[in-house]
């Protein structure tokens, strides 16, 4: 099973981002269609589903929800997850680095949370472009930027 965060979910779904992303919406789109192809399971964690919801209001906001639940498994933060986001947060060393790099205390705990809920579910791995993310997770899970996948083009043009 692989784990998406925030970012990827938007760039997979929305086929959104911002204008120095934008080859990550057709990189995000192929990863997607072959993990679908390989039958390999995607979860989104209850916190990403809360982060991307952010934006919509409440008419999109139940057409969004509707749409994450058929597309992915949407797992809770539970008390096995609660635990292992407690451990990795207890690092106050390496959340003193994050948050003097820019990270927002509120922002690595809901990294601690989704990374937490990946290892709970035994996520192979997460894919996130998020720096923060990969540090947080201290190595407990592998934390990877979306793969190129290289698609098979047309052979023969359609006439």
């Known amino acids: 099973m692989i784990c998406l965060d925030t970012s990827p979910v938007i760039w ?11 080859e990550l919406i057709s990189r995000m789109g192929a990863y997607l269609r072959y993990l679908k192809e390989e039958r390999i399971p995607i979860m989104v964690p209850t ?9 919509f209001n409440e008419e999109e906001k ?20 609660a635990a292992i986001a407690a451990e990795l ?22 990294d601690a949370q989704i990374v937490a809920i990946a290892i709970v579910q ?19 899970i592998t934390v990877d930027e979306i793969p190129i996948i290289e698609e098979q083009g047309l052979l023969f043009s359609q006439e």
């Open 12 to 22: 997979g779904v929305q086929s959104t981002a911002n204008q120095s992303q934008t």
């Open 47 to 55: 916190p990403v589903v809360s982060e991307y919801l952010v934006p």
């Open 62 to 81: 139940s057409t969004q929800i509707g749409l994450i639940e058929r597309l992915f498994i949407v797992p809770s933060f539970d008390l096995a997850a």
């Open 89 to 110: 947060t207890g690092n106050k060393a390496l959340l003193k680095d994050l948050q003097d790099q820019g990270a927002n205390r509120q922002k690595l705990r809901i």
């Open 122 to 140: 035994n996520a192979e791995k997460i894919i996130s472009h998020d720096p923060h993310l990969k540090s947080i997770a201290q190595e407990k």
